[in-house]
């Protein structure tokens, strides 16, 4: 009821019936709401992490823009929507300069709401941090398994799921349908990061501990800077394996691909992380044709959950696209996963008592399991971690210039069959 | 050596002083701890390339390493002040390492040690040390977390660092290590041990940037391999180093507040057009400036400390 | 395995050859150790994706354009900021921080004009088949980039040792101060290396697409970091010496890749601090070691 009252105050639009509104509807004890909501963030328009950290900075600003067009987002703890100020700076990728600049946030911009850079590298440093000052961090992707511990309640990842949750399904797949078929021999190359090394040694680890008679014939990892992999592919293939798994970051998975098409080696089964998470950017880069067949995650692009707040991604893209389109960047998970780290602080918002650090911990860990957004169930575990947005294993298939990516495992969620090549 | 005492007085111990009230006035400590890393380590490449002319672009690799030894050391449940002295042995061992580098001259030193501090983040880096150094995995040091010990521990580096340029610059051995500089031949032959000499500044280089890495380590406590060996790390000191003037006291000093403040100031008022504008002030200083703020003193013939 | 990982690595340091030579030429000439270097390549990668993407230009014939349009854009720059540099006190280490200046610049400027997401050009647009060479395969991306590394290499040669101004060229090579007392106009033999240097990085970035599978503004300092290993082990200065550098990169890469991945990365390096410490001077210089 009270939030109806409100909208039609604001629909009054001047502000003198929008002062009756708040007084009429506040008890006279409780503070007076502040003009705006501030949200601090950090976002790397150069370096090493730009191209995965400019997409959800983007998504985050859209979010924030669609929101104050409709006139701000509903603070419960005020009983009214509020005006949103983004305050995002940029650490240019460089570590010691997002640690100075997240200070700056908290210290002096005195943001009512801290979200941290993507990547682990730049998140990182805004752990302790934001931890010192009692300032909940809404984390963006940064997985690193470091982050999340009991005793400090100031974190919670939001759009990424933990990296051991990323290579859940694609084991589980070789483990119990990949042996059958008889993909019994398995290659994995990964680059040496905290993203791609700790999914390396979860799915080693889900092999190993299944005693599935899978034989892993080929077990390496490449500096991330890695970008010819035509002789590590030529390895490979002399060790002949049935399947090929390669583990990297999206400028790996393209080199990795393109050299895969120009070395003319094919496998049965041939797995790549990025495909199914930026695959706007990987078909641009190596064809649609180069990720025909190839393995890929599902993320929310392909698995088109209902969501039970905020857009749909079709709906969402074009958004996007429309906003972005000028800009050089790409849409992809990232671009979901910022709008997603939106939409959770609007809920956070919208159902906090307080702007107190922990009241709204407690409000955003109680959606877990209660909100369903574009990016799929919103599930976060005692330390903070994403446990809800899984990825299944899903296959690429090229129709002329798009593929789609079909879910292939796990069968409850299957959309079709794996599709084997003959080499 | 009264000299050296008023320079002690009038410039080390009022820098220490702010630098150690100033989280009392400004709560953004950790750009404050940032300031204090910076004036380290460009006084760290002073001593280096101020006195001898040697420009170790991978200065990095020593901040790393002190940084992966404090780190290695905290997590082994080791006392923090402990820890950083296994920091400073790290950059100190690394150094005696590179001592041979000291046989090349200019460009070639210059990348060699850059060559050498890739070598040592690489294998820092490399998933076959996880069990010691954690890898690409990163460190967590939250059990030793405590920003106002190991700012005020950065502080006392950063005084003891400007207190050795002081001694450099006054003392015999500094007057020898310029001679060197500046004509190795004839010093060598006025009888100054050119090997020894310089080894000395090299490895009181290493120690001061080992050190800071390890101060950095403990105050910012969650980082990867990525962000100890950040190449910009080196060439930000060197930057702060030559803008202000090497070979003396107030030079770096007065570089890293200049400079590292408008960088900061940039990046807190325009961050679109962050870097940018930094390179083109960068540029800018080089080709208007290029021996320094204090030439425009020692130029007119004013002794500048 | 391990014949394909030396053939391969010949011709893909064949184009790390390309990758250094420009660099090298630059210090060679004047002193000057371009940080922007790698920046300037990924310029070219640019130019010839945008060519492409516009156009439809093909890749060989993009080169050709660069070598013009950067040699062109060289020269002025060379006046504008090499003979103030040339006048500090400690040039060749103050080099760098200008550099590094100018590095910034370009990648900002480069990531407001293209975004900071992935671009390459199609595989196919350098031949559809991969190429057999001496019982090897190899793609044919990597064939061309290696052959036109070849050319730039001869052209290069050619232009220094049988062609006037590259004579010039020489002589200032070997002494800057006694070239301009002879009376040679070294503003003006500068200009033209410091052009021809930027040019050839320009032609290198046209097959970054192809050889590091996508470029994005960043990938700048890393193309660097290879550009210096590929020199030093070479010979720092002398431009053909290069050749010798880019192939031992190529082939040592390739030969860790295949036997010890992980490490791929670092024998470079260590190659680098050996040859350094053998022979200063890199494998084919003269003496320079001080003291």
Redesign the interface.
Known sequence: MRRLEIKSCIRAAAALALLVCTAGTRAVAEPPAPAVIKIGSLHA????Y??I??PVYDGLKLWIDRTNADGGAFVKAYGRKIKLQLI???D??????A??????LI??DHVDLLVGDSG??LT??A???AR?HKMMLFDPTGT????F?H??PYIALLADPASTIWPKYLADFLINQGVKDGLKKVAILYS???FT??QHEALVGFIKASHAPIDIVFD????T????Y???I??IA?ASPDAVIELGY???D???L??L????QTFRFIFALYPGIETD?IV??V?AQGIDHVFSYVTAQALDYKPTVGMDVATYRQAFETAYRS????FGFNAIAGYTVGLMIGQTLGAADSLDQLALRRALFAQSGHVRTLDGPFELDATGQQIGEITPLGQLIAHGNTVTNVVVYPPSLATGKPVYTTP | MGRGWRELCLIVLPTVAIAAWAPNLYGNVLLLFNFVLYITLAQGMNAIYGFTGYLPFGYVGFFGAGAYGFAIAAMAGVHPAAALAVAGGAGIALGLILTPLLRLSGAYFAIANLAAAQAVYQVVANPALAPITKGPYGVSLSAVFAPRASYLVAVALMGATMAAIVWLRNGRFGLALMALRDDPVSAASAGVNIVRARTIAWLLSALVASLAGGAFAWQISVFYPETAFDMSISIFAIVFTLFGGAGTLLGPLIGVLLLYGVYNWIGIAVPQYFQLIYGALIVVLVLFLPNGLVSLLTQRGIRVP | MLYHAVLGGLVYGLYFTLVGLGLNLMFGVMRIVNLAHGDVIMLGAYAAWALFTAWAVHPLLAALAILLAFTAIGIPVYYLIVPRLLRARDAEMLSLILFFGLQQIIEAAATIAFGTTERSIPGRVLGHHPVRILGQVLPAAWVWAGAVSAVCVAALYLYLYHSPPGMLTRAVMSNREEAKASGIDVDRVCSLAFGIALALAGIAGVFAPFMLGSVTPAIGPDLNIAAFAVIVIGTLGNPIGTVLGGIIYGVSLMLMQTFLSAWANLLPNLLLIAVLLVRPSGLLGRRVRRA
């Open positions: 328009a150069s370096g090493a730009a191209s950290s400019m995002s700076y940029d240019q990728s460089n570590p010691g300069t640690a100075t600049l997240i200070n700056q210290t002096q682990s590298v990182a440093v752990v302790p941090i010192e690193g398994a470091k982050f511990t005793d400090n040496t990061n905290d090394s700790t390496q990892g490449v500096p800077s890695t970008s010819n035509t002789t590590l030529g390895n002399a999206v400028g790996n393209i080199a990795f393109r050299n098409q120009d070395s003319g950017e641009k880069n064809g800009q050089g960047v790409a």
